[in-house]
């Protein structure tokens, strides 16, 4: 296997994490269409933005990253493994209809090949009402969903919560000869002020997590790998492909011999770019679709249980990705 420079849909692929976080077939004359020259990241200010839905789990969200990137390696001569590297400081920010995330995010590019960030948002802000938090004193008490627009615990009240979180990722990317390949490992780690919950559940030790479909502990890690299989379709700007994803939440004693908590979903995705130029405040526009059915999960694949989701049932998500560059 030869590492060359990562395809252009597979960098577009980084904010899609709804979708995994969230969601390819060979074309034998594709090597035949000449590429275009690479789009190497500027030196100069940046944003990135994301808008996200889905079903099976519903969800709505709207994510930007914006700061400064720095060029590390310009040389001509340099070896190719140093081609398309810098470094970004700057804000990120997440809303949806159930809480806000405001952070500071650093991302190193140090090869083609690998890409490290840290993301930390002292503020994570849960709004309460019919979008708030649902918080159990243990795994067991959660209950399942209702159907497939539903999330666990529907059945009553829901709460505000107020906490922080952290944020590691490493993403290794290549190529073997038109297929793109590319997997992120998400580490994540929330910590919540249980004075901020209501007064009767101040003594609960985890909440189910709808960005990531598991329960979790109110102060504890969730870790999630995605892996992509990429191949560009003839007619440019298409690409279309599968992801597989893991998602594990690390319960400790916390969790539940007789329930299942880590996840396993895989299915297709597709991409279109509309366009990608060098620079400009509005670039490389593109839609994404992915439909992963669940392999493993406490209820939305069968059973018997009011609630529950058949296995035929994927889940489904669509967006808009965009960014600028100065």
């Known amino acids: 296997m030869s590492f060359r420079k990562p395809p252009r849909e597979l960098r577009i692929l980084a904010l899609a994490c709804l979708a995994g976080s969230s969601g390819w077939p060979s074309v034998a004359?594709?090597?035949?269409?000449?590429?275009?020259?690479?789009?190497?990241?500027?030196?100069?200010?940046?944003y990135r933005a994301m808008i996200a839905t889905r079903i099976n789990p519903i969800g709505l969200v709207g994510e930007a990253r914006g700061g400064y990137r720095v060029r590390l390696f310009t040389a001509p001569s340099r070896s190719v493994l140093l081609h398309d590297t810098w470094a970004t400081l700057g804000a990120a920010f997440t809303l949806s209809p159930a809480s806000t995330r405001v952070g500071i995010a650093a991302e190193v590019q140090p090869l083609q090949v690998l890409n490290l960030q840290v993301t930390w948002e002292p503020l994570v802000q849960w709004f309460g009402g019919v979008a708030g938090m649902k918080s159990f004193a243990r795994v067991a008490d959660a209950g399942i969903v209702n159907g497939i627009v539903g999330q666990v615990g529907e059945v009553g009240p829901r709460q505000s919560a107020r906490g922080w979180s952290l944020t590691l990722q490493a993403i290794l990317q290549g190529r073997l000869g038109v297929v793109g390949l590319r997997?992120?490992?998400?580490?994540?780690?929330?910590?919540?002020?249980?004075?901020?919950?209501?007064?009767?559940?101040?003594?609960?030790?985890?909440?189910?997590?709808?960005t990531h479909d598991v329960m979790a502990r109110l102060d504890g890690w969730i870790v999630v790998d995605d892996l992509d299989v990429i191949v560009p379709l003839p007619a440019r700007g298409f690409n279309v492909g599968a992801r597989y994803t893991v998602t594990a939440p690390i319960l400790g004693d916390d969790g539940d011999p007789n329930r299942i908590t880590t996840?396993?979903?895989?299915?297709?995705?597709?991409?279109?770019?509309?366009?990608e130029r060098p620079l400009g405040a509005f670039n490389a526009p593109t839609v994404f679709v992915l439909a992963q059915w669940w392999v493993r999960h406490p209820f939305r694949t069968g059973g018997d249980g009011d609630g529950t989701v058949s296995p035929w049932v994927p889940m489904v998500a669509a967006g808009l990705l965009f960014r600028g560059d100065w």
């Open 29 to 46: 004359h594709a090597q035949e269409q000449p590429e275009p020259p690479p789009v190497e990241a500027p030196t100069g200010p940046f």
């Open 183 to 210: 997997n992120t490992v998400r580490a994540i780690y929330n910590a919540y002020d249980l004075a901020s919950l209501d007064a009767e559940h101040r003594a609960d030790r985890v909440y189910y997590d709808p």
């Open 263 to 275: 996840t396993h979903r895989v299915g297709p995705l597709a991409t279109y770019t509309f366009r």
